[in-house]
C-alpha cells in the first residue's frame, strides 16, 4: 500500500490526551465530530489543516503514550490522518492504531521536515521524501501486526476467522 | 546445549497461559482470567463486538465493566454511554458496577475477580495497577478488549523484564508514591516502553499491599506494560474473604534473566512532586516549596484507598484546609468510603473542609468533580499531569503523595509534609 501526504510535525512524547482530550471523549461517541478536536491542545487548526488533503503525522520519540483511549487512533483516522511516523511509540497506542487501522511507521523523523511531501511505502518499508529527494528505511511490521493491518483491523479479522488466527 | 536462564514473573504467567514455554520477545496467542472496561472505553468495546457479530461474552463470570471516570453522569451524552454499559450487562450477564461503586482499579482486585498468578487485560492504561498483587495485568484499546471480551484469549508479545530494587528504609512523611515518582524523574516517561517492571527489594517487602498498588499503578507512566511483584504473605491475606478463586503466586526464578537491572537507594529519597506538565518532570520537594495552589485533589485509582485517607486525615486532624483552597476528596470504593467513615477519617477530613465526592475517578480526567480555572495550580495524588488532562489546558497540575497533598491545602502552597511525622 502506498500513501501519498504532506507532513505535519510535531514533537516528542505526544499523550492521547494531546491527541484527544479526555474532556472530549465523553460527550459523544460520534468519532466524526469528535475529530475536530484531534491534536487540540498542540494545534488548534489541526483538523482543518489535514482534513481536505489528507496527511502525514510526523512526531519525534514515544508518540501516543498515557491513556488507552481508542478514539486517539480513531480522532486521527477520521481527521484524514494517513499514517503517524515517528521515532518510536508507546505501545498501547500502536496496538490501536493497527486494530483500527491506521498505519503506523517507526522511522528516523528527523529526515522529515513539516510541509514536506511523502510517499510511504508499506510494503518495502519505505518513506520517500519528495521535497528532499531522499528515502527513509524502516523495519517491517511484526507478522502479527501485518496480518491484522492486512486484514483491514482485528474487527474484520474476528469477521474473517471467527477469532485468533495468527 | 546452553541451559536456559530461568524465568521472571511475566515469562512464568504467560507460559502458564499460552501453553508454550514463554520467553521475552515470543508472540503467544494466552488465556486470559478477566476482562474490565470502564465508561470512557467499554462502549467502544460494545461496539467492535456488534461489528464482529459477537451478541455474548466468552465467560459473564470473568468481563466486568465500571461507570467510574465520569459517574454520576453530568451529561446526556455520558448519560446515553452508561445506559449503553447497563442494556450491555443485562444482554451477556457480565457484571457491571455502577454509580458509585468507585474506581475500576480498586474495584477488580478488591472484588475478588483476579488473584495472585492471573492474566488480566483492561481497556484503561492503569490495569497494570494489579501488579503489586502478583497479576500480569496490562492496559489494552477498546478492540483488544472487545476480542478478549469475545473469546477470551487475545495476542501478546512476553515482555522483556527491567528489575528495579529498592534499597534502605523510607524516612517518615515518605510513602510509596515518592518512590515511583522518583523513579519515572530517573527513567523518563519511556524508560521501560515495551518491557515489564519488576519491583523487588526490603522497602516494597515493608509496604502495605495498598502502597505496593500506588507504585504498579503508575508502571504505564514510564511506558511499562507491566509492574510487577511477588506476592507475600500480606498478599495473600489481603485477599482472604475475597472470593472464590484461588491464588498461585508466581515468583521469578532466582536465576530470571532480566534486560536492565536499577537498584534505587530510598533512604535517600525525600517527598517528590511531579510538575507540569510531565510525570517524569519530578523534583525534590525543596525546589517546588511555596508554590501556591487553588486545588488539591486525594483520591484516585493511585491514592484514593484507605491508607490514603489514614495519611491524610491524620494531618488534617484538628486543622483547616486554608479558605483559598478547594480539597477535593474522591474514596476509591463504596467499600473504602464506608471503612473511611468507621474509622473517623471522613468525619475529620469533611470538618477539616474536604468537598467529598462520589467513589470513582473524581477531577482527574477532567470531566466532573472539580476541573480548575485558567492559570490555577493544583496539587494532586493522581497519575497524571498533562496539560488538559483535568479539564482546563489553562491549569497546571502537581502531582505527589496524600501527605504532600494533605499537608499543601493547609497552607494554600506546596508544603512538605515531613514536619507533621517528625519525632
Redesign the interface.
Known sequence: MELSAKAFKYGD?I?T??II???Y?????DMEAMAHHAME?LDPHYYDKVKPNGGFLVAG??FG???????AP?VLIHSNTKAVLAK?F???FY??AI??GLPVVECDTDLIDDGDDLVVDLEAGVVRNLTKGTEIPFPPL?P?MAQLLSDG???EH??KYG??N? | MIPLPGKTIAEKIFSNHSGTDARAGDIVVADVDFVMGQDGTTPLAIRALANMGVTEVFDPEKVAVVMDHSSPSPLEGVSALHTMMREFGKQTGCTVYDVGEGVCHQLIPEKGHVVPGDLMVGCDSHTCTYGALNVFSTGVGSTDGAAAMASGKLWFKVPDTMKVTYEGALQPGVFSKDLILYLAGQIGVDGATYEAIEFHGPVIDELSVEARMTISNMAIEVGAKAGLMKADAKTLQWFEGRGEKTPNPQDPDPDAAYARELTIDASAIGPQVAKPHAVDNVSPIEEVEGTPIAEGVLGTCTNGRLEDLAIAASILKGRRVHPDVRFIVAPASRQILLDAIAAGYIQTLVEAGAALVTPGCGPCVGTHNGVPSDGENVISTANRNFKGRMGNSNAFIYLGSPATVAASVIEARITDPRKYFAG
Request: aromatic share 10%; hydrophobic share 30%.
Open positions: 512524547d499523550n490526551d494531546y482530550s479526555g474532556k471523549k465523553f460527550k459523544s461517541a491542545e520519540k514515544n503514550m498515557g491513556s488507552s483511549r481508542e478514539q480513531l518510536s508507546a505501545r498501547i496496538r490501536n486494530n483500527t511484526p502479527v483491523g482485528l474487527v474476528f469477521k477469532g485468533f495468527l
